[in-house]
């Protein structure tokens, strides 16, 4: 067994080394270093990082939180994914449905307490889902918001215990413009129809010229993570 001690010293050298690797050899990296122990997880607002992904380790598993909030778009691309791609997608759902949540908290508790409600349909059923997982890849980018400016290509997600792999974490909104174009990559609709990011139907929005990409999201509210990355 690797202890905690041994990841966090793993993914730390492995941050400092990876630095300037090409995503596709971080992938390598950590499919070579974990194996079956690995998982990406998708928002599946593009399927950039389970598209290089599966080609670092075929048959990868793709993890997905439906939150019985999504837009219908969203749950199309995650079923195309699943089609199209060489990935394992595996659904994740919370606890209670969104009528059971409704009937415990209230109608609408992602107006009165976004917080909480991220907890619950977002958080909790990630920790559980990545129990069995040692290391999982994000699509997290430094260029998206300041609060991920800092997010290293390979680093050490204290809260759960794992190695925590963000392999396009230097790329650019034009770096993934490339990549979705010379490779025809799917990606979701709603990119098209100005969301810049894509999360929740009821707390996500149109972004404005000049905004930032998840300016769309709880708008209007301080709040700018669902707290899975932190």
């Not at 979705?180 to 996500?204: F, I, K, M, Q, R």
Request: charge should be negative; proline fraction near 5%; charged fraction near 30%.
């Amino acid at each position: 067994m690797t202890t905690a001690t041994d990841l966090r010293q793993l993914a730390e050298r492995a941050g400092r080394e990876l630095e300037d690797a090409d995503a596709l050899d971080i992938l390598r990296w950590a499919a070579d270093t974990f194996g079956d122990r690995f998982c990406v997880t998708s928002s599946m607002e593009d399927a950039v990082v389970a598209h290089l992904a599966s080609r670092a380790r075929p048959g990868v598993d793709v993890v997905f939180l439906d939150t019985g909030y999504h837009f219908p778009e969203t749950i199309g691309t995650r079923d195309a994914v699943d089609a199209v791609l060489d990935v394992n997608v595996i659904t994740l759902t919370p606890r209670q449905t969104v009528a059971e949540q409704d009937a415990e908290y209230g109608p609408k508790l992602h107006e009165r307490d976004p917080d909480l409600c991220c907890a619950l349909r977002k958080v909790a059923p990630l920790e559980q889902g990545l129990r069995d997982y040692d290391a999982w890849a994000t699509g997290l980018r430094r260029d998206e918001s300041p609060t991920r400016a800092n997010t290293p290509v390979v680093g050490w997600d204290e809260k759960r215990q794992k190695v925590k792999v963000s392999p396009i974490a230097r790329w650019t909104q034009d770096d993934v413009d490339a990549y979705v174009a010379e490779h025809g990559v799917l990606t979701n609709p709603l990119l098209e129809d100005g969301y810049a990011s894509v999360g929740c139907a009821p707390c996500t929005r149109r972004v404005l010229a000049g905004e930032d990409a998840r300016a769309g999201r709880w708008a209007g509210r301080g709040k700018t993570e669902c707290g899975l990355h932190g």
